[in-house]
């Protein structure tokens, strides 16, 4: 399941630019139980020696400015997170509309409306082609011996096959499937404003924002839907909309 959160505060929230972590923090701190939270943040579901979360997040939508090293929201502000399991899902919204004392970066935030989304079976059952957009930067990479990250861009010939590669080490959590159709390409031209390179804590990512073209089945673009595009998924990276659908 799927899950648009609108939240208020007073006067202003002051985050800092590269904030994911803290998203993060406010969404498995409201998954009531200790082991699972734990589970889920330090492991997810094992596939070899690949840990997969089958959860993302966007970026936070609202009104701000930037000051140096600080985005500041005006209220009210909105973010949509998803997981593939709804009963995971479904807790973290409950508990979050439930909670009278969320705080962010110290900041009090009050959860005002919470809607919810399932990826339409029917509609989608026989389409091949979508067109998508990014709500938090698409990342793919391969880690070389040395520990170093490459990160792939959207123009890149390695691009596809890396997300490729990722689609199926997250089918092996869920399904036995491994024979899937896929294909991507970016629909905005090489630039270097999609471009947006992200702390997590002291991690540096490198994304892509814009709009994509994907030819793949619906049960791939079920999957996606939930459970974000590419890697790095539940640190707040390759959420998306797909274009057309209302959140």
């Not at 989304?117 to 990342?139: A, G, Q, R, V």
Request: charged fraction near 25%; aromatic fraction near 14%; proline fraction near 3%.
């Amino acid at each position: 399941m799927r899950y648009k959160i609108k939240f208020t505060f007073k006067d202003e929230l002051k985050l800092p630019i590269h904030y994911n972590h803290l998203i993060q923090g406010l969404i498995y701190s409201h998954i009531s139980n200790v082991d699972e939270r734990n589970r889920i943040h330090d492991y997810g579901f094992m596939v070899g020696a690949k840990k997969i979360k089958l959860m993302t997040f966007s970026k936070i939508f609202g009104l701000y400015n930037i000051d140096k090293n600080y985005i500041i929201f005006k209220p009210p502000v909105e973010l949509i997170f998803a997981s593939y399991y709804d009963e995971i899902s479904s807790e973290i919204a409950y508990n979050l509309l439930a909670d009278e004392n969320i705080f962010l970066n110290s900041t009090k935030i009050n959860v005002i409306d919470i809607k919810s989304h399932s990826f339409d079976d029917e509609k989608y059952k026989n389409i091949k082609y979508y067109m998508i957009e990014m709500i938090s930067p698409l990342t793919v990479y391969i880690t070389q011996n040395n520990h170093r990250k490459t990160f792939f861009s959207p123009w890149s010939p390695e691009f596809e096959n890396a997300i490729s590669n990722n689609i199926s080490t997250k089918f092996s959590a869920i399904s036995n499937n491994r024979n899937f159709l896929f294909n991507i390409r970016p629909n905005n031209i090489k630039n270097n404003k999609d471009e947006k390179v992200i702390y997590f804590k002291d991690t540096l990512i490198k994304g892509y924002n814009g709009i994509f073209t994907l030819k793949t089945d619906s049960e791939v673009m079920k999957m996606l839907y939930y459970t974000g595009i590419g890697s790095k998924n539940s640190e707040g990276f390759g959420c998306f909309n797909i274009l057309g659908d209302k959140i």
